[in-house]
């Protein structure tokens, strides 16, 4: 099966440092997200981008948030100035569409740190 | 606003024993219901899935029905295996266009012991 993958899987950063954490979405799907999990809480929605541009953002992807897709193949969201709350699993997802029942494909995740 | 509450973890099970994790859910309108499953080392899998009341979700033995009157998506599982120790996520999806996001719970580490 088709796979989603995220890279680096661990990521150690300084407060106040900008990381990118990048996604390769599986090739022909047309719907990019974010979501991330604190350690202990629930996995909760960040972003979704559709034609290049956001579609939907949650209230924590605020200005320090950014996301891209570079190349037509990369998609990546980057952290402008890390905070301590920032460390969390990252997971990227993508899907071939937007029915109600559609499938989202998910990456395994980047471990974020911020120390 | 929409939110999914799950059976706190960690659940401990012996091979073979029957398995229950407990999902209800708070949502206005009709939401399409999810579990999906992180296995160690991978991203999330969808497992099954129900899109209206009464729907029953099943996949690799694992089975779920969609109860609106008890806002209700309870997975379960009548024999485990060692492989299926995993994290699984119950979660909604509301059933409108331009409202693409999963809402998810804090999911349920399963451990089954040979």
């Known amino acids: 099966e088709p796979e989603v993958t995220q890279t680096p899987s661990h990521q150690v950063t300084q407060m106040g440092q900008e990381v990118i954490l990048r996604c390769v979405p599986i090739?022909?799907?047309?719907?990019f997200y974010w979501y991330r999990q604190i350690l202990g809480q629930k996995v909760e929605f960040l972003v979704s981008?559709?034609?290049?541009?956001?579609?939907?953002k949650s209230e924590i992807f605020d200005d320090q948030f950014s996301v891209e897709r570079p190349d037509g193949s990369n998609f990546t969201l980057k952290i402008r100035s890390t905070k301590l709350e920032d460390s969390a699993m990252y997971f990227c997802?993508?899907?071939?569409?937007?029915?109600?029942?559609?499938?989202?494909?998910f990456g395994s995740g980047t471990q974020l740190s911020v120390l | 606003g929409d939110s999914v509450t799950q059976m706190e973890g960690p659940v401990t099970l012996s091979e073979e024993a029957f398995l229950t994790i407990n999902c209800t859910y708070t949502?206005?309108?009709?939401?399409?219901l999810f579990w999906y499953v992180q296995y160690p080392g991978e991203g999330l899998q969808l497992l099954l899935k129900?899109?209206?009341?009464?729907d029953k979700g099943s996949n690799k033995g694992f089975e779920a029905t969609y109860r609106k009157e008890t806002t209700s998506f309870h997975l379960e599982k009548g024999s485990v295996q060692v492989s299926d120790s995993a994290v699984y996520f119950c979660?909604?999806?509301?059933?409108?266009?331009?409202?693409?996001?999963?809402?998810f719970g804090t999911g349920t580490r399963l451990t089954i012991i040979p």
């Open positions: 129900a899109t209206k009341a009464d």
């Open positions: 949502a206005t309108g009709y939401p399409s």
């Open positions: 979660a909604l999806k509301k059933a409108n266009f331009g409202n693409e996001k999963l809402t």
């Open positions: 981008f559709y034609n290049n541009e956001i579609s939907e």
């Open positions: 997802a993508s899907s071939v569409g937007l029915a109600t029942n559609e499938k989202l494909f």
């Open positions: 090739s022909n799907h047309l719907y």
